[in-house]
Structure formats: structure tokens, C-alpha cells
């Protein structure tokens, strides 16, 4: 179970959609008649997997609803709900996409294409590294590799 909306300073959210402190007394002029969008930005992701989230634990709503009013499957519902768990907010901060860097270069690859004569080519150089150390590069890498 995900502990959400009872850490204090949160508020609630009451029947007619104005926020409520813990007493249930809506502060004055906090979504009062509140008419328009919702009450939390649809562009930030990070509030959309909160409130997602919230739905569930808070609201009562099922994950396949949840999920699929905020955009994500059910699937993801659990990967976001995880992540809260395990690192709270910060969990819910997307992670970088792609490779953090190159896969196959060790120190001591790239140490023998620094060492290379300038004059060789990336497609020399990615044959004997090949040879020498069992790891295929494309040529480009190497090249890169010895710019680094």
C-alpha cells in the first residue's frame, strides 16, 4: 500500500473538487466554484504519476481507470508505483532515455587507440582491436574512442 496524501501538510481534495485541509474545511477562495481544468498540470509528468498514484490509494479508483485517465497502462501504473515506493518523489523523476555511454570500450581499449599512430584509419584500428581484443567496434567508435 502507498502511503500518499497522509504526510502532513497535504491537503485533500473534498466532494465538490476544492482542496481541504485535515479538518475538512476548505481555506477560502481555494476552489470555490472552481470551474476549468484540472487542478494540476497536465505537462508535468511527475504530478500526473502523483496524482495517478493518488487516485488509487486516496480516491478508491481501480489501477486499469487510473492509469488510463492519466495516460499510462496498467503495466507502467505498477513501474511508476515501484519507483515511489523505493525512492519517494524522487522515484518519479524520468530517468534519462538511451545509453549512458559506449557499451563495448574498457580502459584498455581505449588506452591502445589513444596510443595509435594518428595516420591509422577508425576501420584500421576497429579490425585490430578485433584481432587483439575479441571485441568488434564500428569504425566510427574507434575514431571517437581516440578523440576522447
Known amino acids: 500500500m502507498l502511503d500518499i496524501g497522509s504526510q502532513s501538510g497535504h491537503c485533500r481534495v473534498d466532494s465538490d473538487g476544492g482542496e481541504a485541509d485535515e ?24 504530478q500526473v504519476k502523483y496524482e495517478m498514484l493518488r487516485a488509487v490509494a486516496v480516491d478508491g479508483r481501480t489501477i486499469v481507470a487510473a492509469a488510463a485517465s492519466h495516460g499510462y497502462s496498467r503495466a507502467e ?23 549512458r555511454g559506449p557499451v563495448k570500450l574498457n580502459d584498455e581499449i581505449v588506452a591502445f587507440l589513444r596510443q595509435a599512430p594518428p595516420e ?12 587483439r581484443f575479441g571485441v568488434a567496434l564500428h569504425r ?6 581516440r578523440r576522447r
Open 23 to 46: 479538518s475538512g474545511v476548505a481555506p477560502r477562495g481555494v476552489g470555490a466554484g472552481r470551474v476549468g481544468p484540472p487542478f494540476f498540470l497536465a505537462a508535468d509528468k511527475v
Open 77 to 99: 501504473y505498477y513501474l511508476v508505483a515501484a519507483a515511489f515506493a523505493e525512492r519517494g518523489m524522487a522515484g518519479l523523476v524520468d530517468e534519462r532515455r538511451g545509453r
Open 120 to 131: 591509422r584509419s577508425g576501420a584500421e584500428l576497429a579490425r585490430e582491436v578485433e584481432a
Open 140 to 145: 566510427r567508435t574507434a575514431e571517437r574512442a
